[in-house]
């Protein structure tokens, strides 16, 4: 019988010190028994540190990179990056929780399927900071799966025209985050740059089960993202720029179109007007 590949695990703490250990443990209690965890802290200023070494004192099996300064995310995920051994990589916030079947469900479904998938998502669950259910990412029926199931394979116009993936439930190829260059480490976010570059090169498959939990709390990078002077704004625009020197037809510049009318929303409503009056003239260069 040929040898499970091997999925590495990356989780990145940043001040999540009440959350690291059982994020931690949501990977070590995978069915999946071939993973290879790294936990990198991007110099936190809480007690994250002494969390993750208590954690981590009698598991010797697990990497620990306590970084000496504090960089983001998309670098701090590059910098474990090169050390990674598994075929597939799981990025996981120390405040979010894999479901015991993540892995093994995610390697199930991209070994029945060619290079040419790069990613595998899932639904779910999002919770209070207390671990309570609010919601799934897709409404589910009562057997647990969407009511709507979400696109699979290219999805390159639909990524660019609005966000559907919920990006903790991602597992990756790392053929395909060693074609990209890892994250691109310019940017202040990595999620919505990532879906489009993969997505330009690579099919994205879908598993219909609640498989992770994202925990929703005022801390969050996402709450982050539509707040007034957040530089997440204005990486978006950036990201915009590279999809319009990505683009191949006029269907896919009227996606670009659509994300660009939304963000412009969003400007309004936080009144960056700078950044409004930039996407006004993004528009009209065509």
């Known amino acids: 019988m040929a040898e499970k590949p091997l999925v590495s695990v990356v989780c990145l703490c940043y001040n999540q010190a009440s959350f690291v250990r059982e994020a ?9 028994d071939n993973v290879e965890l790294v936990v990198v802290d991007d110099a936190s200023t809480d ?31 590059n910098t474990a990056l090169p050390l990674l051994k598994g075929k597939y990589v799981i990025d996981l916030a120390a405040d979010d929780m894999l479901l015991p079947d993540r892995i093994a469900k ?26 309570h259910h609010l919601h799934h990412h897709y409404e589910v029926n ?17 990524l660019v025209s609005r966000y559907v993936i919920n990006p903790v439930s991602m597992m990756i190829r790392k053929s395909v985050l060693d074609d990209l260059g890892g994250y691109d480490e310019t940017l ?41 002077g957040s530089p997440q704004l204005y ?8 999809i319009k020197a990505m683009n191949k037809s006029s269907a896919e510049n009227k996606a670009l179109k659509k994300r660009v009318y939304y963000e412009m929303k969003q400007c309004m409503k936080l ?12 528009l009209l260069k065509g």
């Open 24 to 32: 931690i443990y949501s990977v070590l209690d995978q069915t999946y």
């Open 106 to 131: 995610g390697v199930e479904d991209l070994e029945s399927k060619g290079e040419e998938y790069g990613v595998n998502f899932t639904n779910v669950e999002i919770v209070d900071a207390e671990g």
């Open 142 to 158: 009562k057997n647990g799966t969407a009511r709507t199931k979400p696109p699979e394979g290219d999805l390159y116009a639909t």
């Open 271 to 282: 009144r960056e007007m700078k950044l409004f009056n930039k996407y006004s003239k993004f």
């Open 188 to 228: 202040s976010y990595e999620d919505f740059d990532f879906w489009v570059r993969s997505s330009r090169k690579f099919l994205y498959s879908y598993t219909d089960e609640v498989l992770v939990r994202k925990r929703k709390h005022s801390s969050n990078m996402s709450a982050l993202q539509y707040a007034k």
């Open 47 to 77: 007690d994250s540190r002494y969390a993750i070494r208590s954690t981590l004192s009698k598991l010797d099996h697990v990497r620990f990179m306590p970084l000496p300064s504090n960089v983001g995310n998309c670098q701090a995920f």
């Open 235 to 242: 990486d978006t625009y950036k990201v915009c720029e590279k």
